[in-house]
Every structure is written in C-alpha cells, then in structure tokens.
Antibody, heavy 119, light 106 residues
Framework: EVQLVESGGGLVHPGGSLRLSCEASGFTFSYYAMHWVRQSPGRGLQHLSYISSDGYRTYYIDSVRGRFTISRDNSKNTLYLQMGGLREEDMGVYFC?????????????WGQGTLVTVS | DIQMTQSPSSLAASVGDRVTISCRAS??????LNWYQHRPGKAPKLLIY???SLQSGVPSRFSGSGSGTDFTLTISSLQPEDFATYFCQQTYNTPQTFGQGTKVEI
C-alpha cells in the first residue's frame, strides 16, 4: 500500500527536543521531495520545511530555522524532523507530505499526522 | 508572505448540491494553487493542483478554476463522503501558505 506513516510525537517540556519520523512504503521514496506541515488551532496549516529528493536542498520557514532540522535516509525510506528549543507555539499535528518535484510543488500523498504537545 | 483567504469559512449543504469555495491570494500566484480535502483524523488528500488539474483518482465532480489571485473549487454534486474541510495552498512563493479552510457540513 502506498502510504506515509508519521511517528515520534508526544508530550515535551518547553525547551525540549523531539525527533519525528515519516516512514514511506509502496513507492520509490528516493524519487520524491518531501515536506513537513503543521496544523495547529491558532495558525491552521503551516508549511514548515522541505527537502529535495537527494537530500541536498532544504528549506525552513523563519520561525523554525535554526531549531528544526529536516533530513532523510533514502536507504530506510524515512524522513525525519529533529526539533529543538520547542515552544508552546510549536504544538500541533505534524504531517509529512510527498512532492512529485515537477513543475508545481504539491503534496500528492500525506500521512495521518503525529501530535506534538509542548507543556 | 502571501496571505490566502478562503470564503466562506463554513457552509451547510445537502447531498446533490453544487458547492463553490473561493480562495483569494494577497498577490498573484499565477496558477501555483492546490486544493486539498481533509477529514478529521485522516490524511489530507490532494484534489486539484495547478489551479485546475484534477489529481489522479479524484472524482470528476471536483473541479478547479482561476489564475492570478482568485480561485474556485467546485463540487458539482455533493456526495456523503465530501463532508470535510477544504484548504487551498499557494506554492508560487516561499513560504508556501494555506488558506484557513472551509468546512462543508451537512
């Protein structure tokens, strides 16, 4: 089955760290760029970070740059988001999304999300 | 950042109704506009990309139109499984940004 499954969410204290994982199956993971997107009550859906299919290009929104690190292991079909210096405003459901990486960026496959609580 | 504003925020409709959701960008995004459907507890689902291209596997009752700053998602005949929240997203500029969502209720 073609799917993405996030894991690693949980309760963390302010200032703490957490590593999220997104395991891909049913398709050739190394062909696709990937994104992390957060959904929170106060901010709706927010694109956080992007990584190219080969892992050499990354992007972060200003509010997480320097605190979060996106990475991938194509041999393990897994995407990661290392989060540090967590704040209450980082709370939410974190989704990973697959991007075909052609002429228009889009999430053509998403996971169901993992919940991060900072308190 | 480009602000995406959807209207309405919510709507009530019946099975078989024609539903139209609007999305306006604070500046032109060409046709770099995607639409998603999200049901609670489920993975968001891509419906439309590049403003009007139907994603593979998505029923043809969904259609998208528009360019520049004004876009529309239309559901021609609402089905029970279509009751969900719909989001637009611009990918013309970084940061990519989403609309606040339109909840379609019975």
């Amino acid at each position: 089955e073609v799917q993405l499954v996030e894991s690693g969410g949980g309760l963390v204290h302010p200032g703490g760290s957490l590593r999220l994982s997104c395991e891909a199956s049913g398709f050739t993971f190394s062909y696709y760029a990937m994104h992390w997107v957060r959904q929170s009550p106060g901010r709706g859906l927010q694109h956080l970070s992007y990584i190219s299919s080969d892992g050499y290009r990354t992007y972060y929104i200003d509010s997480v740059r320097g605190r979060f690190t996106i990475s991938r292991d194509n041999s393990k079909n897994t995407l990661y988001l290392q989060m540090g210096g967590l704040r209450e405003e980082d709370m939410g459901v974190y989704f990973c999304a697959r991007d075909p990486g052609d002429y228009i960026s889009r999430g053509d496959l998403w996971g169901q999300g993992t919940l991060v609580t900072v308190s | 950042d480009i602000q995406m504003t959807q209207s309405p925020s919510s709507l009530a409709a019946s099975v078989g109704d024609r539903v139209t959701i609007s999305c306006r960008a604070s500046q032109g995004v060409n046709n770099y506009l995607n639409w998603y459907q999200h049901r609670p507890g489920k993975a968001p689902k891509l419906l439309i990309y590049a403003a009007s291209s139907l994603q593979s596997g998505v029923p043809s009752r969904f259609s998208g139109s528009g360019s520049g700053t004004d876009f529309t998602l239309t559901i021609s005949s609402l089905q029970p499984e279509d009751f969900a929240t719909y989001f637009c997203q611009q990918t013309y500029n970084t940061p990519q940004t989403f609309g606040q969502g339109t909840k379609v209720e019975i």
